[in-house]
């Protein structure tokens, strides 16, 4: 019914959530068939529907340290039909980041959550005043090449972030990013070490944090790109990937990303260091195995696989 929410199973998820230091963060997204679309918002009723929804839940849920992401991915037809548009997306934006700072003057909000690292939708977007409107521009890095090849990709992204706003430095996030098994060459064991890769990638190009997709596969068919993204299969067996999060928290829990070691272009020797200065070294390669000197440390031969050095 118009005007009415039921917010019972994500009370009961927040309480959930929060009585284990997990800090939520929800995407409000697609539109209500009620106000003449499904899918899409892209009229004044709706766009006033919409706020009116994040004005309740923002201030449901005010207090409980709630990340607000406006949409998700509407760069692609599929989830803003029937066709994206950035000009539409905005009005949406300003509507509902504005009804979402009423309710919450404290509020976190993040957009435009784009997939495949749109430039020309991002760039519509900033010129629309995006970076006015929200507190970190969220991106979807997906791609069928190994994770390295995204750190051009975000540099350009802090580049363009900091054209638009000059020495504010308006952080991003990767809000979600993964692979299938059903990527070319990605096998569980190969999904596991890209997850860290991925993860170390991202730490180093400066996101302010990352999210995998998928928790768990979505179905069971090994033939189905979507139903192979989890750390879980589909029936709860734990995956490769599970156990390559459980070594990237154990080695790295406590420490941050300091510099990358000087080491060939193709060498990644990324040193991470706790709040007392001490350093350990995340070592991989993106090429054929090989020896190669680690500064201040032992030599090593570099695999594809990261090797923590110095680290837990």
Not at 39 to 46: G, I, K, Q, Y
Request: hydrophobic share 40%; with cysteine.
């Amino acid at each position: 019914s118009r005007g009415v929410y039921d917010f019972s199973v994500y009370d009961r998820l927040v309480q959930q959530m929060l009585s284990n230091g997990i800090r939520p963060l929800f995407i409000l997204d697609y539109g209500n068939a009620l106000y003449g679309d499904s899918r899409s918002v892209r009229t004044p009723e709706a766009r006033a529907a919409f706020a009116r929804f994040a004005t309740a839940a923002a201030f449901r849920y005010k207090g409980k340290n709630v990340i607000w992401e406006i949409w998700n991915e509407p760069n692609v037809n599929f989830f803003w039909p029937p066709a994206a548009d950035a000009h539409e997306y905005m009005q949406l934006v300003i509507d509902a980041a504005t009804a979402i700072r009423l309710a919450d003057s404290t509020a976190y909000v993040i957009a435009p959550g784009v997939n495949r690292m749109d430039f020309g939708f991002l760039q519509q977007c900033l010129k629309l005043g995006l970076l006015r409107h929200i507190n970190a521009v969220t991106v979807h890095p997906y791609r069928d090449s190994h994770p390295e090849t995204a750190l051009d990709e975000l540099a350009r992204l802090q580049n363009l972030l900091a054209e638009h706003e000059p020495g504010l430095a308006t952080p991003f996030v990767v809000g979600e990013w993964g692979y299938t098994t059903l990527h070319p060459g990605v096998t569980e064991e190969f999904q596991a070490i890209y997850l860290q890769r991925l993860f170390l990638v991202n730490a180093m190009a400066g996101a302010e944090f990352t999210i995998w997709y998928d928790f768990r596969n979505d179905g069971t068919d090994s033939r189905n790109f979507e139903h192979n993204f989890g750390l879980y299969g589909h029936d709860g067996r734990e995956k490769p990937a599970l156990a390559a999060v459980r070594e990237l928290l154990r080695q790295l829990a406590g420490k941050r990303f300091s510099r990358r070691l000087f080491s060939h272009p193709e060498d990644f020797l990324l040193e991470f260091a706790d709040s007392k200065g001490k350093t350990c070294v995340a070592a991989w390669t993106v090429r054929k195995d090989h020896l190669a000197a680690v500064p201040g440390r032992a030599a090593v031969t570099l695999t594809q696989k990261p090797q923590f050095i110095g680290c837990q």
